[in-house]
């Protein structure tokens, strides 16, 4: 079936390290993609996001690559900090219902000392 | 801006009862959406809404979900008779009139709902 889905479940990283959520789609239909971090007990925060038009956009200490080939989506997150311990979920546009998004299950990223 | 504002934050009743959840959309926002976060099923859309109107409630999970949107303003998600399964996150989340219609959304902080 169409879905998102991510590759690791769990993802523990050193502070000031780089870390590398990914994320794999199988709707080649899709043409919007988002991150969203989610820390305990919140809602979900948006990230960064990224158009099927463009394969890379960068903000602040986060890269999202977008591979339409191999249909897959990557956060990278520079220098990483404690603050970015969360659960980070990618979402893409869900086709015929109006562009309302389907998340992935998330990926948890720990960032230890 | 206050943000999507949703309540009550924590909800816990017994199986049977009826359950009533609330939502207040970033103002200026036209759409609107609610979905469930369970650990088993992540985050899954329930039903939106573009100027009040339902647009698609293909992931309400039974007859005994409804959801309205009186007006811009406001939303409710109202489960009757609710059943332990239930039991899960409920999140509101809203997207602005100005942005395309496959833009970031906005959510609320969650009502966490437990039914005994």
């Known amino acids: 079936g169409e879905s998102v889905g991510l590759h690791l479940p769990t993802l523990s990283v050193q502070e000031g390290d780089n870390s590398i959520i990914n994320c794999a789609y199988s709707n080649s239909a899709s043409d919007y993609f988002i991150w969203y971090k989610q820390e305990s007990g919140k809602g979900p925060q948006f990230i960064i996001d990224?158009?099927?038009?463009?394969d890379k956009r960068q903000g602040q200490r986060v890269t999202v690559l977008l591979n339409k080939t191999v249909k897959h989506l990557s956060l990278q997150i520079a220098a990483t900090q404690p603050g970015d311990s969360a659960v980070y979920f990618c979402?893409?546009?869900?086709?015929?219902?109006?562009?309302?998004?389907?998340f992935g299950k998330g990926t948890s990223l720990l960032v230890t000392p | 801006d206050a943000g999507v504002i949703q309540s009550p934050r924590h909800e816990v009743t017994e199986m049977g009862q009826e359950v009533t959840l609330r939502c207040k959309p970033i103002s200026g926002h036209n759409s609107l959406f609610w979905y469930r976060q369970t650990m088993m099923r992540g985050l899954e859309l329930l039903i939106y809404f573009n100027n009040n109107v339902p647009i698609d409630d293909s992931g309400m999970p039974e007859d005994r979900f409804s959801a309205k949107m009186p007006n811009a303003s406001f939303s409710t998600l109202k489960i009757q008779p609710s059943e332990p399964r239930d039991s899960a996150v409920y999140f509101c989340a809203s997207r602005g009139a100005g942005q395309a219609t496959n833009e970031k959304l906005f959510f609320g902080s969650g009502t966490q709902l437990s039914v005994l």
């Open positions: 990224i158009r099927s038009n463009m």
């Open positions: 979402a893409e546009n869900k086709p015929n219902s109006g562009y309302a998004l389907n």
